[in-house]
């Protein structure tokens, strides 16, 4: 099994930052996409930001030009560093990876998810 842990939320104000962090560990040959994604109290889940093998990165337009999604694939760790927070951002935030296993099966897999709150 490839588990997900993911660290950083809390409690910030409006305009303030967080980074998230997410390590993944395990049977691991290679991870492909590593994608956040978020959850609102009454909404879907959302996909937040996406970065591939390459660095290339996506993002939902709400968070485009404040957040950004990087990896350290030696750590086999995605963060997402997030400013100028707005109330809407807040949500419980997941991990999610996909790639290949040492005994090379595919597998995709999701964080227990960290909760982000902005408020005054």
């Known amino acids: 099994q490839v588990h997900l842990v993911e660290n950083g939320g809390g409690l910030v104000r409006p305009g303030g930052s967080l980074r998230l962090s997410c390590a993944a560990s395990?049977?691991?040959?290679?991870?492909?996409?590593m994608v956040w994604h978020r959850q609102a109290p009454g909404n879907r889940r959302e996909e937040v930001a996406l970065?591939?093998?390459?660095?290339?990165?996506t993002y939902d337009d709400s968070v485009k030009g404040r957040f950004t999604i990087f990896r350290d694939n030696a750590k086999n760790t995605v963060y997402l560093q997030m400013n100028d927070l707005r109330p809407d951002d807040t949500a419980v935030y997941y991990c999610?990876?996909?790639?290949?296993?040492?005994?090379?099966?595919?597998?995709?897999?999701w964080g227990r998810g960290t909760q982000v709150t902005v408020s005054s």
């Open positions: 999610n990876a996909h790639g290949l296993r040492s005994d090379g099966e595919i597998f995709e897999s």
């Open positions: 395990g049977p691991i040959f290679r991870i492909n996409a």
């Open positions: 970065i591939g093998t390459g660095g290339t990165t």
